[in-house]
Nanobody, 126 residues
């Protein structure tokens, strides 16, 4: 079993920054990739960013490219999401996810992930 615990959410004004973290524990084998998704009120959950542990390859949703950066800390088994130039449209619950099976491309769809965190709220005021 794997536990993913997100932290770092909160309230910020438009144009501000937040840094989310996701700590993984409970399984000795390394996951293949970690990702961030978000779900705004009344909307479906959507992909934000992903990174794989071995090469550090990354993938981003078009809506966050150039503003968000995903990074990993292999020693701490932690993934971070640095969010800059935040907009009110970024308001959502942000979820961390882990995939343990290898795949040739970066996982960007919900069902491609095996474990999920409980989520952390990010609110951007205008």
């Amino acid at each position: 079993q794997v536990q993913l615990v997100e932290s770092g959410g909160g309230l910020v004004q438009a144009g501000g920054s937040l840094r989310l973290s996701c700590a993984a524990s409970g399984r000795t084998a390394s996951s293949y990739a970690m990702g961030w998704f978000r779900q705004a009120p009344g909307k479906e959950r959507e992909f934000v960013a992903a990174i794989n542990w071995s090469e550090g390859m990354t993938a981003y949703a078009d809506s966050v490219k150039g503003r968000f950066t995903i990074s990993r800390d292999n020693a701490k088994v932690t993934v971070h999401l640095q969010m800059n130039s935040l907009k009110p449209d970024d308001t959502a619950v942000y979820y961390c996810a882990a995939r343990y099976r290898f795949m040739a491309t970066m996982p960007t769809i919900e069902f491609e992930y095996d474990y999920w965190g409980q989520g952390t709220q990010v609110t951007v005021s205008s």
